[in-house]
């Protein structure tokens, strides 16, 4: 028998959102959560020195962009808005869009928060969370399993 090493990610609550929270009776929230949830596609790694975090938002600039971190949290946003005018002798014409995400990720402890890089490129924007000194050097302590002195037990 061998066991398997399984090393469970500090953002995994992050990527499955809890169904157990819904309520079906109340459907104006879940409108809400739902809307909040269907923000950019995000790509977590972690890596031994670092956690990389790809966030998709092409069509959007560098300045449309508001990236802090409050309490723990990585909180990322961003707004776009344009207006298009037209005027003819015959007709006016006037054209608006208005676009808008919040993200917001809780930070395990092993990240120093004081060496996070950003940087937006081709519609991506990129993180790279450097983890602490002593998260690098961590390693998953092994159990072994003894097989003495042990008792069978048979179900009939």
């Known amino acids: 028998m061998s066991l398997i090493n399984f090393k469970k990610s500090p953002f995994e609550s992050l990527m499955t959102p809890n169904f157990l929270d819904f309520d079906i009776d109340n459907l104006i929230p879940n409108r809400l959560l739902m809307r909040k949830m269907n923000g950019p596609a995000l790509n977590i790694k972690e890596k031994a020195e670092e956690f990389e975090i790809e966030l998709a938002a092409p069509g959007y600039n560098k ?13 990322i946003s961003a707004t776009k808005s344009e207006t298009t005018e037209e005027e003819n ?9 208005y676009n808008s995400f919040e993200k917001s990720l809780q930070l395990p ?8 890089k950003a940087k937006y490129k081709n519609g991506i ?29 048979y179900l009939n």
């Not at 300045?63 to 909180?75: M, P, R, S, T």
């Not at 402890?109 to 996070?116: E, G, L, M, P, R």
């Open 63 to 75: 300045k449309d962009f508001e990236v802090n971190i409050d309490d723990g949290c990585l909180n």
């Open 89 to 97: 002798q015959n007709y006016r014409r006037k054209e608006f869009s």
């Open 109 to 116: 402890d092993s990240v120093a928060d004081d060496k996070i």
């Open 125 to 153: 924007l990129k993180f790279s969370l450097a983890k602490k000194e002593e998260a690098k050097n961590h390693k998953p302590k092994m159990i072994e399993i003894s097989w003495k002195n042990t008792e069978l037990l």
